[in-house]
């Protein structure tokens, strides 16, 4: 009895082994023949599959991500447009930067091919990972510890510097906001801030610069001509980068005058410059409410360099007034997940307002009296590039003309067009209601005068112009 039930045992492990070995065989039916990738560098991926199977594939599908900090798994799937079910199949997909939006040169992403046959048996292509850039360029490489510089244009001691840049932000943050980068950061460095901007979509004109905290990627367009701003810059956006992985983003996002202040913070006192902008519209009384820097900048340069000017002095007063370890108390609530109003009073007991008011009060600044409205911008965070590609000193170089008279913050400016006409028709209005009496009585007169005496004139003339003669017949009065 025992043997014989042995022997079903062993029988039992044979077949099951047997359909595991038809199942596996089932499953590896079919085969890639060509799996292609080609960029089209900055507009789009092309994607290129051939297979064939003993059993005709009825579906297709692309699945891809990104190696990006992100709040959930990074993993999307589409089906191409032109997969025809069969037992060979050619298919492709293209991924549009220009209606998706563009990724960052150096992001890295993954994608694998899923088939599916007749039979419901799926087969998943390996994972293979690529990295987003140019090949236009001869990029060269260095490095330390966990910061890479990426570029192409100038010497080794010119990239060293822009390097040694980022190594001293770093230490300069994590010493004075108590904020640390533990991942990988890559800076791609390129020649020009036209062919910066030639290598991504969609970004304001006078962008120099780029900072992608989840993808730990900086952009920055600087020659030699242009190292003292360079310098300057790679510490802006570094800054970004440390700071935005210095908390959970996906429960709180920090307000764009405090990360733009602590970006400008990193880089050390603030530039001659930008101290002159701020200090005129501080003299002017035409700088921006808290809540209307909270949002985003505008895109117009001149705008936005008083907004990056008073982020910084936005940050600076909270750091210097109340002290470091208050600043990064106020980074951890941001971490727990509190939006910038309640993290702000947990950490200095204030309100947005009472903030703006102590703030304008050390400023020398009347209380505000009508708040302003944001100016809603993109979001990344773009650093100004060097006007006229002229050598900079500054840590953020204006893109417009310094003559050039800076612009009122919002809520100051003049009506809109689209009142033009009802504004022309009460300036009418206005007019006649003012119309003296006495000269519309005398018009009236006057046009009632010359009514009665024309019909008058015309008939004495045609009386003495005609007479009847003694004889009865019609003659000429001379």
């Given at each position: 009895?025992?043997?014989?039930?042995?022997?079903?045992?062993l029988?039992?492990?044979?077949?099951?082994?047997?359909?595991?070995?038809?199942?596996?065989?089932?499953?590896q039916?079919?085969?890639?023949?060509?799996?292609?990738?080609?960029?089209d560098?900055?507009?789009?991926i092309?994607?290129?599959?051939?297979?064939?199977?003993?059993?005709?594939?009825?579906?297709?599908?692309?699945?891809?991500?990104?190696?990006?900090?992100?709040?959930?798994?990074?993993?999307?799937?589409?089906?191409?447009?032109?997969?025809?079910?069969?037992?060979?199949?050619?298919?492709?997909?293209?991924?549009?930067?220009?209606?998706?939006?563009?990724?960052?040169?150096?992001?890295?992403?993954?994608?694998?091919?899923?088939?599916?046959?007749?039979?419901?048996?799926?087969?998943?292509?390996?994972?293979?990972?690529?990295?987003?850039?140019?090949?236009?360029?001869n990029?060269?490489?260095?490095?330390?510890d966990?910061?890479y510089?990426?570029?192409?244009?100038?010497?080794?001691?010119?990239?060293?510097a822009?390097?040694?840049?980022?190594?001293?932000?770093?230490?300069?943050?994590?010493?004075?906001?108590?904020?640390?980068?533990?991942?990988?950061?890559?800076?791609?460095?390129?020649?020009?801030t036209?062919?910066?901007?030639?290598?991504?979509?969609?970004?304001?004109?006078?962008?120099?610069?780029l900072?992608?905290?989840?993808?730990?990627?900086?952009?920055?367009?600087?020659?030699?001509?242009?190292?003292?701003?360079?310098?300057?810059?790679?510490?802006?956006?570094?800054?970004?980068?440390?700071?935005?992985?210095?908390?959970?983003?996906?429960?709180?996002?920090?307000?764009?005058?405090?990360?733009?202040?602590?970006?400008?913070?990193?880089?050390?006192?603030?530039?001659?410059?930008?101290?002159n902008?701020?200090?005129?519209?501080?003299?002017?009384?035409?700088?921006?409410?808290?809540?209307?820097?909270?949002?985003?900048?505008?895109?117009?340069?001149?705008?936005?360099?008083?907004?990056?000017?008073?982020?910084?002095?936005?940050?600076a007063?909270l750091?210097?007034?109340?002290?470091?370890?208050?600043?990064?108390?106020?980074?951890?609530?941001?971490?727990?997940g509190?939006?910038?109003?309640?993290?702000l009073?947990?950490?200095?007991?204030l309100?947005?307002?009472?903030?703006?008011?102590?703030?304008?009060?050390?400023?020398?600044?009347?209380?505000?009296?009508?708040?302003?409205?944001?100016?809603?911008?993109?979001?990344?965070?773009?650093?100004?590039?060097?006007?006229?590609?002229?050598?900079?000193?500054?840590?953020?170089?204006?893109?417009?003309p310094?003559?050039?008279?800076?612009?009122?913050?919002?809520?100051?400016?003049?009506?809109?067009d689209?009142?033009?006409?009802a504004?022309?028709?009460?300036?009418?209005?206005?007019?006649?209601?003012?119309?003296?009496?006495?000269?519309?009585?005398c018009?009236?007169?006057f046009?009632?005068?010359?009514v009665?005496?024309?019909?008058?004139?015309?008939?004495?003339?045609?009386?003495?112009?005609?007479?009847?003669?003694?004889?009865?017949?019609?003659?000429?009065?001379?």
């Amino acid at each position: 009895m025992k043997k014989t039930l042995l022997n079903i045992g062993l029988l039992s492990l044979l077949m099951l082994g047997a359909s595991w070995q038809i199942a596996a065989t089932a499953r590896q039916s079919i085969t890639i023949t060509r799996d292609d990738v080609a960029f089209d560098f900055p507009n789009e991926i092309n994607f290129a599959l051939e297979a064939a199977s003993d059993v005709p594939i009825e579906r297709v599908e692309l699945e891809y991500g990104l190696d990006v900090n992100a709040c959930a798994t990074d993993t999307t799937r589409v089906v191409p447009d032109d997969v025809e079910p069969g037992a060979q199949i050619a298919v492709t997909w293209t991924w549009n930067m220009r209606r998706s939006g563009s990724l960052p040169p150096g992001s890295r992403m993954w994608y694998r091919w899923r088939l599916t046959d007749a039979n419901g048996e799926t087969f998943v292509s390996e994972q293979t990972w690529l990295t987003w850039l140019d090949d236009i360029h001869n990029w060269q490489t260095i490095s330390n510890d966990n910061l890479y510089l990426h570029w192409y244009q100038g010497d080794t001691d010119f990239a060293q510097a822009l390097l040694d840049a980022g190594v001293e932000s770093q230490a300069r943050i994590e010493r004075d906001i108590g904020a640390e980068q533990t991942k990988d950061v890559h800076l791609y460095i390129y020649g020009t801030t036209d062919e910066l901007r030639d290598a991504i979509l969609f970004e304001p004109g006078w962008t120099g610069g780029l900072a992608y905290s989840n993808s730990n990627i900086v952009l920055i367009g600087v020659s030699e001509r242009n190292l003292e701003w360079g310098l300057d810059t790679v510490a802006h956006e570094l800054a970004h980068v440390i700071i935005g992985n210095s908390f959970d983003s996906c429960y709180a996002s920090v307000p764009t005058w405090l990360n733009e202040g602590l970006a400008v913070y990193a880089e050390g006192p603030l530039n001659a410059g930008s101290a002159n902008v701020l200090q005129d519209a501080i003299d002017d009384n035409n700088v921006y409410s808290v809540p209307a820097l909270s949002e985003g900048f505008s895109e117009h340069p001149g705008r936005a360099q008083v907004s990056y000017a008073q982020s910084y002095s936005l940050t600076a007063y909270l750091i210097e007034t109340y002290g470091q370890e208050k600043m990064r108390q106020l980074l951890r609530q941001f971490d727990e997940g509190y939006r910038y109003e309640a993290a702000l009073e947990n950490t200095y007991g204030l309100t947005v307002a009472e903030f703006e008011a102590e703030w304008r009060e050390s400023k020398g600044l009347p209380p505000v009296a009508v708040p302003t409205e944001a100016v809603i911008a993109p979001t990344v965070y773009p650093t100004f590039a060097p006007y006229g590609g002229q050598t900079v000193t500054a840590a953020t170089a204006t893109p417009i003309p310094t003559s050039q008279a800076l612009p009122t913050p919002p809520g100051g400016g003049e009506a809109p067009d689209s009142t033009e006409n009802a504004s022309t028709l009460l300036d009418w209005q206005n007019l006649l209601s003012g119309f003296p009496l006495v000269v519309l009585l005398c018009t009236c007169l006057f046009t009632l005068t010359i009514v009665i005496a024309i019909p008058v004139v015309l008939f004495f003339m045609g009386s003495r112009r005609k007479s009847a003669p003694a004889d009865g017949g019609l003659t000429d009065v001379e």
